[in-house]
């Protein structure tokens, strides 16, 4: 619960809004059935007054309902969009601050589900059902005490339906919370699959085996239709055992206002009320077997966000800045992904001083990415310390650290948009002359040769460049960052041997004293670096 009032910031306007006007609402059913009851005993002659006058009040009454309802339609239009992308950055930006643990558990996919389906419900929770809920609340006590003022054996003959109702709540809530779990986990899975082979289609083509992911599909979407099924069938059967409750209750509420009728105890007014009032009594509870199904949902998607914001978050006090650049080191560090998994590294030291260019070298699984990684603090040493220095201080490698670095990762990182959006994350402050100048050093001069230039769209992951053209203008991206060392890992793996050679002359010359850390496989890095670091999959390493 308090992790939920902490998501309703932001939302508790809307919801507010909804429920004031959910219990004006039912003020003006209550004064509805008031006016029904005394414009048909004026009708018989029971009440004294003016049919005119009365039928003015029921109108007012029904104008003043029509107007709540179009109030309640411009509240969820205006501000319900507002409310779900409030709590939908938030969820966000907490998981682009957490930390990174190199071996995520969740997939992208069923990630992405959450952020969007489970963010949607527990929005829809908060600005509408709880609103909701409140008005149901004040309609059942308003609509018990109005009856039991007409009749109070009446009204807690009525009520004896909430202790079957609250044992069938307690049946239901448990037994609909296991299975709406089992429909969304099944639900992400099938958003997995539509995910990764979508963006992995040419290498499904390429194997021939786009049947076997439809097949695979076939199977997650066979398992959500039966957990629906399911749940639809135990919906269905609770929700027949609450009509009989309900239709019991109207009958007896039908042949006592009769009896009472004939006996001469109320008037036709009153039992045309009694009947209203039973209505709006047991229209909470047949309410309430709607809002259940919700409020499963909600504390479904609650618990699967409240994962989501589990991971802790990144330091982000204020960066430590080496103005005159630094050097890294690393002492004794021992690293691996899991407790008890393999070892990636055990006991490794070396030291990159500053101004220097080292290449590291080794096998597969050597360890070379995660070294990278344990540099940009986006991974912490099981044992040992990585560090920053220069000649008056030393700094352990954090978050804060990170302003010292400049990171170009292996593969395509270009995100869609066109080629300037992408330089500009490397610096949004970049003029377009130190973007020419950066594309120039990175060797991605054809840029400025292609139709559009700088405004050129590239598609997701670079489509419609090659790999080395993406490869080259990530570089620039990460050259137009202000960082005394560079990390490249593999990032010249898709270049020609000319194109890689002319880079590297750039990268080295490019700015004295910087140090510079390349995980590379090409012998031609080499002839650029002044020092070699070999590692194994042991982690043992030599230095020359």
């Keep these: 619960m308090g992790w939920l009032w902490c998501s309703s910031r932001g939302l508790r306007l809307q919801a507010v809004l909804n429920a004031c006007i959910g219990i004006a609402g039912v003020c003006l059913d209550f004064a509805f059935i008031y006016a029904t009851k005394y414009t048909i005993d004026i009708a018989t002659d029971r009440a004294e007054g003016s049919l005119r006058t009365a039928a003015y009040i029921l109108v007012a009454i029904m104008v003043s309902k029509i107007t709540l309802g179009f109030a309640r339609k411009w509240v969820s239009a205006l501000l319900g969009v507002r409310s779900l992308n409030i709590l939908q950055k938030r969820i966000f930006a907490h998981l682009l601050r957490s930390e990174w643990n190199g071996q995520e558990d969740r997939h992208s996919g069923d990630t992405l589900n959450r952020m969007e389906q489970d963010v949607r419900d527990l929005t829809s929770c908060i600005t509408e059902t709880v609103p909701a809920l409140l008005e149901v609340s004040f309609r059942l006590v308003g609509a018990f005490f109005y009856l039991f003022s007409m009749d ?219 070294l990278i990684r344990l540099v940009l603090a986006l991974l912490r040493p099981t044992e040992g310390t ?77 489509a419609g460049l090659s790999e080395g053209q993406a490869q080259r203008i990530a570089i620039a991206r990460a050259l137009l960052r202000r960082g005394s060392v560079l990390l490249l890992d593999e990032a010249t793996s898709a270049l020609d041997m000319q194109t890689e050679k002319q880079l590297l002359g750039n990268l080295t010359a490019r700015e004295v004293g910087q140090t510079v850390i390349c995980v590379t496989h090409r012998p031609a890095v080499i002839e650029y670096c002044t020092q070699v670091v070999e590692m194994k999959r042991v982690a043992l390493h030599s230095q020359r």
């Design 386 to 462: 990585v560090e920053m220095y220069d000649g008056n201080r030393t700094e352990k490698v954090s978050p804060r650290t990170r302003v010292n670095l400049v990171y170009v990762p292996q593969g395509n990182t270009l995100f869609s948009g066109t080629i300037r959006e992408n330089l500009l994350l490397g610096n949004p402050d970049a003029t377009e002359e130190e973007m020419r100048h950066a594309l120039e050093a990175a060797c991605a001069g054809f840029v400025m040769d292609r139709p559009g230039g700088l405004d050129a769209i590239c598609g997701e992951l670079g």
């Design 152 to 370: 109070s054996r009446l009204a807690c003959l009525i009520v004896c339906i909430v202790p079957f109702f609250l044992i069938l709540s307690k049946v239901y809530v448990s037994r609909m919370r296991a299975i709406t779990r089992d429909i969304r986990t099944t639900e992400s899975r099938v958003q997995s699959i539509l995910q990764e082979s979508i963006q992995h289609r040419a290498i499904l083509k390429t194997l021939e085996r786009v049947g076997t992911m439809i097949d695979k599909l076939t199977l997650s979407q066979d398992e959500l239709r039966r957990h629906v099924r399911h749940r639809a069938v135990f919906s269905s059967a609770s929700s027949t055992l609450l009509s009989i409750g309900f239709g019991s209750g109207y009958l007896v509420t039908f042949l006592w206002g009769v009896n009472s009728l004939q006996s001469g105890a109320i008037t036709y007014g009153m039992m045309i009320s009694f009947i209203q009032l039973v209505g709006q009594i047991q229209g909470p509870f047949r309410d309430m077997t709607r809002f259940i199904p919700i409020l499963i949902n909600t504390l479904t998607a609650s618990e699967r966000l409240m994962e989501l914001e589990d991971v802790p978050l990144e330091d982000d006090a204020d960066p430590v800045l080496f103005e005159e650049g630094a050097g890294v080191r690393l002492t004794d560090v021992s690293f691996r992904y899991k407790e008890g998994g393999r070892a990636i590294l055990s006991h490794f030291s070396c030291d990159f001083p500053k101004g220097t260019a080292t290449a590291i070298l080794g096998e597969t699984g050597a360890g070379k990415t995660t």
